[in-house]
């Protein structure tokens, strides 16, 4: 069963895109064709998010996709690895088709069904979440794309998730962020936001702030918002 608090209802509703509502798993044999270990998936993209947290606290921005594919030249280089540039293209290429996960348009139901606004909140840009839900068939169910490309800094500085509430006409306290990453989860606390963290059978880190449910996947998170 999820894990519950008081946390007051929410009026709305932010699903973290990249990683939560689409996993990454799919790109793992491309990560293999790169001449990575198959780990080397979750080394890249965490390679790429301390390249955007560390442009973001210096007051800095650059595109998602600029970031990835740096942090990859980074990993690569560190294994001593030349793989052709198409290969590399190819990684960058089929995130833009990843799959949802199979719960996702039950969990987007749940909070629809529930009366709750529902909000894509990503690091990646609005064209290209826009392009993953619509071909998920999961856009009709989201009021608002909200892009860290409109803040000009990522994820988890208070100022997006700040931005995403105000995006949906409400106050911090009253919106909601449902996501895989502990760091995202801290960063909706400290702006003021309910939080659900999917924890995938992953423990949450306890040097950071505590989400308000914790549940094993999207719609056990939804269910568990929308009964609070």
């Known amino acids: 069963m999820p894990g519950l608090t008081s946390a007051t209802r929410p009026k709305a509703v932010a699903f973290d895109i990249i990683g939560t509502v689409f996993p990454l798993h799919p790109l793992r044999p491309t990560i293999q064709e790169l001449g990575l270990p198959p780990s080397g998936l979750e080394g890249w993209f965490a390679a790429g998010l301390r390249d955007a947290f560390a442009l973001s606290a210096a007051g800095d921005f650059r595109p998602f996709t600029e970031v990835l594919s740096g942090a990859l030249e980074e990993v690569l280089a560190e294994q001593d690895l030349s793989p052709p540039p198409e290969t590399k ?12 996960r199979p719960d996702a348009r039950e969990a987007f139901g749940t909070i629809a069904r529930a009366g709750m606004q529902i909000l894509a909140l990503s690091n990646g840009t609005a064209a290209s979440t826009r392009s993953l839900l619509a071909a998920a068939g999961l856009e009709d169910l989201v009021q608002h794309i909200v892009s860290v490309e409109e803040v000009q800094l990522f994820k988890p500085r208070r100022e997006v998730y700040a931005f995403a509430a105000a995006q949906a006409g409400l106050e911090p306290s009253r919106l909601a962020l449902v996501a895989v990453h502990p760091w995202d989860i801290h960063g909706a606390k400290a702006a003021g936001l309910t939080a659900a963290y999917v924890s995938a059978e992953r423990p949450f880190p306890p040097v950071m702030r505590a989400p308000d449910i914790a549940a094993a996947s999207l719609s056990e998170a939804a269910h568990a918002l929308a009964e609070l």
């Open 89 to 100: 293209a190819l990684l960058m290429e089929r995130m833009k088709n990843l799959v949802p």
